[in-house]
């Protein structure tokens, strides 16, 4: 091909990114400029021009998807040849070859699941745990492998990293991870992360080795940078050796694995790296109207990236609308649905995002009524979560048995035979997901008891049932339900940003800045998978007739117009902002403190019928937490301790205190 004919169709800024062929450089992609198209024609100019010969080409990306797309790009592109592979892929066909002529045996069987050595090495130090629990130590497992986390170093380094395993300690993890590798070294095994540490291992300490593959490869391009872990960055310097022909792309706005090791860090500190590196922006949007662009920029305001340039037709306006419960929301969202594809929007290109897999049952019910198709990304739906189903089959054999009582605590009985509880579990992970499924059912309990007072068991999975198969109404060729997390890399022509309230999104467990700005980016990634039509929604309550104290997520504040009905941006707003700073500032051990505070007063509050301020403040909690008195005397000093609460509540405070 005739290099001048790939240039032809790139928009100024992607022209330079295609024509700037030697490294180091660094491409800031914002969402929907035209990323992948900008590498590939680089790619492709460079083996047009004969600068690149394509087998010395290494193409890396994040997903098998987006790797198997970029290589047929460039074969379209005539530039066959090219290596296109995620980190994983291209470190195990080097492990592969050069693991017999390092160590002269065959190379390790890789399992492809962790939990049969997990279940192992959870016996042998003493505990137990289900699936869930065993799929938050995989996870926890893969992070301090990819951050390079010695099994004797873990405590201390998840309590910098503000991580929790529910159910166990950090002394406790910190073994389990030592069992771990125990396990999988007696069996002759390795797992996905291994194959990175086994091929950064030879490289680093193989000269003959190291120089066969720099030989191999000279250029090296790696998409979505923003998401690569500590790991992969070492792999990747392993594979230059010293050389700068690197091309990296991503978007830090788009950074939302955190959780899995990734850091904004490695891509806005390339230039730190590599001072002589040329920096090059995409900011024209191809994605999405103007009026979704406006929305996307003022998520983060002004800053250090320029802003992105809507290049697509006008559309509608953003909506941003208010509900007053989630029963309300979903039916609302449903019927716009209908309305859309009434309009000739096939149900394809609908999505439904939010932020937790509990919160997709809702809109599976409303969808289901309505007979309207969906499919879920990333999880199951909710009746065919495994804790659920198995939560219905025993509520179904304790409504036989004709147990008598209330039905919340009926239904709080069976569901505790499953470890369930009422508190919420630390941390984030599967234990939190599987405790959300079983709370929501706790919930509709409770709606239902509320609604009917003679209402009991029999009831209740009578109406299980009606709304297990309501929501039955998944099909391929339908709306999309997902999480904001599973939604990234994708687009819509409709997207739906529901539940954008106060303590979703944010998420609860965000309590450090670095946490809210990590959710900050998970709207944005949301916001910006719409082309043509955006709404954004929240409920002021979770069910009908519920008290109304929601309010509209933070990252709404630039948004809402001036006179939206839900513009709030109170005193009552900023005094939450200085109370979380407060928070997040205290101790760890203080943290807790006053996180068992307010469990113990949530518990005094439902027990006496009362609001819960009215046993003790936040403020008087805080100052609990802090002072942490050790005694009567020191507990009436605290602000907010008058004698009548220090009569009734010190015996139980000062025990929390002094747990």
């Known amino acids: 091909m005739i290099p001048d004919d790939l240039l032809q169709r790139l928009d100024p800024e992607q022209r330079e990114v295609a024509t700037t062929l030697r490294g180091p450089v660094c491409v800031v992609a914002g969402a929907g400029t035209g990323k992948t198209r900008a590498i590939t024609h680089r790619i492709a100019y460079g083996v047009a021009t004969g600068l690149y010969r394509p087998q010395e080409v290494l193409a890396v990306t994040y997903t098998r ?112 991870l030592a069992a771990y590798e125990d396990v999988k070294r007696e069996r002759g095994r390795i797992d996905m992360e291994d194959i990175l540490l086994i091929t950064a291992a030879i490289l680093a300490d193989d000269e003959r080795v190291a120089a066969q593959v720099r030989r191999q490869y000279r250029w090296f391009v790696v998409d979505e940078f923003q998401d690569v872990n500590p790991l992969q960055s070492t792999l990747l310097d392993l594979w230059l050796g010293g050389r700068d022909d690197v091309c990296v792309v991503g978007d830090p706005r788009q950074t939302i694995y955190s959780f899995a090791g990734a850091s904004p860090r490695l891509l806005t500190d390339f230039t730190r790296k590599f001072p002589e590196a040329e920096r090059l922006e995409l900011v024209r949007n191809y994605r999405s109207t103007p009026q979704v662009v406006a929305v996307a920029n003022a998520v983060f305001g002004r800053g250090n990236i320029a802003p992105l340039q809507a290049q697509a037709a006008p559309g509608d306006p953003v909506t941003y609308v208010g509900h007053p419960d989630e029963v309300a929301e979903a039916a609302a969202i449903a019927d716009e649905i209908a309305q859309l594809h009434d309009d000739g929007v096939p149900y394809r290109e609908i999505a439904v995002l939010y932020r937790i897999n509990a919160q997709s049952e809702t809109f599976e019910e409303a969808l289901g009524e309505r007979g309207i198709p969906y499919t879920l990304r990333g999880g199951e739906g909710f009746f065919q979560r495994a804790e ?26 069976v569901l505790a035979s499953m470890g369930h ?62 999480t904001l997390h599973s939604a990234k890399g994708l687009e819509w022509d409709a997207v739906f940003c529901a539940g954008m309230h106060e303590g979703m999104v944010p998420y609860v467990q965000a309590d450090t800045p670095e946490a809210v700005e990590e959710e900050r980016r998970l709207f944005y990634v949301g916001v910006t998978r719409a082309r043509q039509v955006l709404v954004i929604s929240w409920s002021a309550a979770r069910k009908p007739g519920g008290r109304g104290q929601r309010k509209p997520s933070r990252f709404l504040d630039p948004l809402l117009p001036a006179d939206h009905p839900s513009r709030q941006v109170s005193s009552k707003r900023t005094a939450r902002k200085r109370q979380a700073s407060v928070v997040a500032a205290l101790p760890p051990e203080d943290r807790a403190l006053f996180e068992r505070l307010k469990t113990w007063r949530l518990q005094q509050a439902t027990d006496t019928g009362k609001p819960a301020y009215t046993v003790f403040n936040d403020a008087t909690l805080l100052a609990i937490a802090a002072s942490r008195p050790s005694d009567s005397s020191a507990l009436a000093d605290v602000p907010g301790v008058g004698p009548a609460k220090l009569e009734r509540y010190a015996d139980e405070v000062l025990a929390l205190v002094n747990n």
């Open 65 to 176: 998807r987006a790797a198997g797309e970029m290589g047929e790009r460039l074969r379209q592109l005539e530039a066959p040849g090219v290596q296109t592979r995620t980190f994983h892929s291209a470190a195990l066909r080097q492990a592969r070859y050069f693991w017999p002529q390092v160590y002269g045996s065959e190379f390790p069987e890789v399992v492809q699941s962790k939990f049969a050595l997990v279940g192992e090495a959870l016996r042998r130090v003493g505990e137990r745990g289900d699936t869930a629990l065993m799929r938050d130590l995989s996870a926890e497992i893969e992070w301090s492998k990819v951050s390079n986390v010695r099994a004797a170093d873990y405590p201390q380094a998840a309590a910098r990293a503000h991580r929790e395993v529910a159910g166990m300690t950090p002394a406790d993890v910190s073994a389990l």
């Open 388 to 413: 659920v189903r198995q939560a219905v089959t025993l509520l179904r054999g304790a409504a036989r048995a004709g147990q008598d009582g209330a039905l919340v605590e009926e239904v709080r009985a």
């Open 421 to 482: 509880t009422d508190e919420a579990p630390a941390g984030a992970g599967a234990v939190r997901d599987r405790w959300e499924s079983l709370h929501a059912i706790v919930s509709m309990a409770a709606d239902l008891a509320e609604s009917d007072a003679s209402a009991d068991l029999t009831m209740l999975v009578a109406d299980l049932d009606r709304r297990s198969q309501s929501a039955h109404a998944p099909a391929a060729d339908g709306v999309t339900l997902a």
